[in-house]
Structure formats: structure tokens, C-alpha cells
């Protein structure tokens, strides 16, 4: 009797819930529904893609304009080439080394990337690694440069849309790598989120990317 009854409380209340998560159309189901999709996104969601990506930050949002290349979309990765081409040559990096490259067309800010577990004995010179630094947040560039030493691996990026390298990404460790980038999942769409954060940036910085 007293499990019938926990039986037919649980209903009660999976019946109410369902109601106001699906046709409450009131003030406090719009709220339900709100609550409802944090605590799925935050604590089912993103720990599942978490586990199946095999990283802590599967889905990264492009911050600034370093991997920038002009209207990335449909721009001609030639006339890229022709405005990036010194900078790379001294890396021993030629059009056609680039040009078969993950992701060779870089991505804008606000892009939405998504990320994967970076082995570092599998990474290779082209992939675009996301990795902590001296910084508010990670970085998402581009390896220029593999070494290693006693077994170790060391890294060297540089931002497609730089003129050069940051001091932080001259000699990345292993254990400072969160991840690989696989994809660019939905452009633009984390503008949603920096919009809010954008406006913290120094005047140069803020706002969309434009060409150099």
C-alpha cells in the first residue's frame, strides 16, 4: 500500500511538473521552464558532451579577431594568403602546408567552436589548439612550431589574423592544453553571451571583426 501511494504521489508530481514545463503558459511556468533548462544545460548537458568530446571545454566562443581572416565565410584563401604570406614563409610554412590545415580559413569572433581531447603526441603543425595561459581566459590558436624534450611536448602557436606571436604561446606545455578544435559549430552565435562582456575591452578590441 505504501509503495502504491509513493507510486501515485511521484505521478502527481511528474504530472504537475510536466504542465508547467510544457503548458503553463503562466509567469511561473515561463520561470520552470527557465530553471529547468539551466539545470539541464549546465548539470546533464554539458557534462555528457564533456565526457563523449573527452575535454572540460568542448564548446569554446571565439573571443577576438586573432584567428580573424576577412569575411571568413566566403572569402578567396588566396587573397588571405597574399596578405599573410611573409610571416608564415619564415615558419617554413607554404601556401600549400596551409592550405591543408584544419579549419585553414580561421573563424570570426563569436563563432561557437567546437573542441575534442588533444593528445599531445597526435597533434601536428596546423591544428588549432585551445590552451590556458597568463590570461583572463584560454586562447584558441594555431601550432606553429612542435618540440620535445625528455619526452615532453612543447608547442609554439600564433593567431592567423597576428603579426607575430604572443609570450605566452611561445612554449606551451602538455598540461596547459584543454583541447583540439575540431569545427566551427555556429558562427556568430556566442555574441549572444559576449555581448554582455564585449564592452570591457579596450575600444580597439570591441565589437566585430573588420579587415585589417
Given amino acids: 500500500m505504501a509503495a502504491k501511494e509513493a507510486l501515485n504521489s511521484l505521478k502527481t508530481v511528474w504530472k504537475r511538473a510536466w504542465f508547467l514545463l510544457w503548458k503553463d503558459d503562466s509567469f511561473r511556468g515561463w520561470i520552470f521552464s527557465i530553471a529547468f533548462l539551466f539545470v539541464f544545460i549546465k548539470f546533464i548537458f554539458f557534462p555528457l558532451l564533456s565526457l563523449a568530446a ?13 584567428m580573424y581572416h576577412e569575411d571568413d565565410i566566403f ?33 570570426n569572433k563569436g563563432d561557437i567552436i567546437f573542441t575534442i581531447r588533444a593528445r599531445p603526441e597526435k597533434l601536428k603543425v596546423g591544428d588549432v589548439i585551445i590552451f590556458s595561459a597568463e590570461t583572463s581566459n584560454p586562447i584558441i590558436h594555431r601550432i606553429i612550431n612542435i618540440s620535445v ?11 592567423d589574423n597576428n603579426n607575430g606571436q604572443l609570450n605566452v604561446e611561445k612554449n606551451i606545455s602538455e598540461s596547459q592544453i584543454l583541447g583540439k578544435a575540431v569545427f566551427k559549430l555556429a558562427p556568430l552565435l556566442g555574441w549572444t553571451k559576449l555581448i554582455f562582456y564585449d564592452w570591457r575591452n579596450s575600444p580597439e578590441e570591441r565589437g566585430f571583426c573588420s579587415e585589417n
Avoid at 619564415?90 to 591543408?100: E, H, V
Fill in 75 to 107: 572569402s578567396s584563401f588566396d587573397s588571405w594568403w597574399e596578405i599573410h604570406e611573409e610571416k608564415y614563409l619564415a615558419l617554413n610554412i607554404s601556401k600549400d602546408n596551409f592550405y591543408d590545415f584544419s579549419l585553414e580559413k580561421g573563424f
Fill in 54 to 66: 573527452g575535454t572540460t571545454l568542448p564548446l569554446a566562443i571565439v573571443e577576438s579577431c586573432s
Fill in 149 to 159: 624534450e625528455n619526452s615532453s611536448y612543447h608547442f609554439s602557436t600564433m593567431g
